[in-house]
């Protein structure tokens, strides 16, 4: 197994920033990229606010949550991910986006060092065959919240090696999560799961079952989940709830998997759930 010692993490969204928080917490020097001078620094104070709220409410001390927060270094520029022994890429769910980061990876970081995705549904096999280094290439997926969400699923793709994948199950496991092991096919376990559910929701709002409100409430008090579907689909954002689908159709090949017209309507009408404050419920974005 690898030794790993500094991560660095491409993007400070909200996966992003969620890894870096957890991955200093445990102990690892981290680096956070992010091409977006804005998104990084607003990913990298949002890191100090969640770390000073924890200290409040008792979950750390003051002394680890600032020792945590100087593990973190920002930078906006590739290269200084070079020394990683590991890199996580946890940037927008875009097939093209994601190419071309390994790309840019492969050639900047260390040629020894793992690359990591956060995917939700891309394959992790495509990735990694952008890159020289196939071998070392796995998929890492990360729930959101990250800091309080208790699995990592872990994708090998065709070419990975078992080195490879024990080291960042490790690391996982280092920074507190539950590991489980997928195989490389559309939506991994979890969303493979997870999405039907969310679409089914969202054909039985489009076909009059009940209203959003009370599909939540059906699946949150019937099936004590902590959230409804629609809302859940909120939280995700219905942009990739409408992409994973997609993947799943379209890989898959069956029509059990098509999304339902009405989230193909809802994002072409620009509502994306949460982070806008329109999705299929409406939210104070102040
Ligand atoms: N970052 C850090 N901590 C957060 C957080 C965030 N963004 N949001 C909430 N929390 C913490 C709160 O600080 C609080 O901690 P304490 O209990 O220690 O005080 C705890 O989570 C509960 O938060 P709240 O009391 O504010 O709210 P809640 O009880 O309604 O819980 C929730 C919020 C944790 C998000 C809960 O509703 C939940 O578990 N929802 C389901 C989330 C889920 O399913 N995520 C996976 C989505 S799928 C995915 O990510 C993969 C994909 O590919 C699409």
Not at 106 to 124: G, H, K, M, Q, W
Not at 252 to 271: I, N, S
Request: aromatic fraction near 8%; charged fraction near 25%; charge should be neutral.
């Amino acid at each position: 197994m690898k030794a790993i010692q500094v991560v660095g993490i491409v993007g400070a969204g909200q996966m992003g920033r969620g890894i870096a928080q957890v991955a200093a917490q445990t102990g690892y020097e981290v680096v956070l990229f992010d091409a977006f001078k804005n998104s990084l620094d607003f990913g990298h104070n949002f890191i100090k606010t969640q770390l000073d709220k924890g200290t409040e409410k008792g979950k750390w001390s003051a002394d680890d949550a600032k020792a945590a927060y100087a593990k973190i270094r920002t930078s906006e520029n590739m290269t200084d991910l070079k020394n990683c022994d590991l890199v996580i890429e946890a940037a927008t769910e875009k097939r093209e986006l994601k190419f071309d980061i390994f790309r840019k990876l492969d050639e900047v970081v260390n040629s020894v060092a793992i690359l990591a995705s956060n995917t939700s549904s891309i394959s992790i096999t495509e990735i990694a065959a952008v890159t020289k280094r196939p071998h070392l290439v796995a998929g890492m997926h990360f729930m959101n919240p990250v800091p309080v969400m208790k699995l990592v699923e872990g994708i090998r793709g065709l070419e990975t090696s078992e080195e490879t994948f024990t080291t960042v199950a490790s690391v996982a496991q280092k920074m507190g999560k539950t590991w489980i092991a997928a195989q490389d096919y559309p939506g991994f376990a979890v969303n493979r799961i997870l999405m039907p559910m969310i679409n089914e929701a969202v054909y039985a709002l489009y076909e009059g079952v009940a209203s959003a409100k009370d599909i939540d409430t059906a699946m949150k008090l019937g099936t004590n989940q902590p959230m409804g579907p629609l809302e859940l689909a909120d939280f995700i954002g219905l942009d990739t709830c409408l992409a994973i689908m997609n993947v799943l159709h379209d890989g898959l090949a069956d029509t059990k998997y098509r999304p339902c017209p009405l989230l193909r309507q809802y994002v072409a009408a620009g509502r994306y759930g949460r982070k806008n404050g329109k999705g299929f419920h409406i939210y104070d974005t102040k």
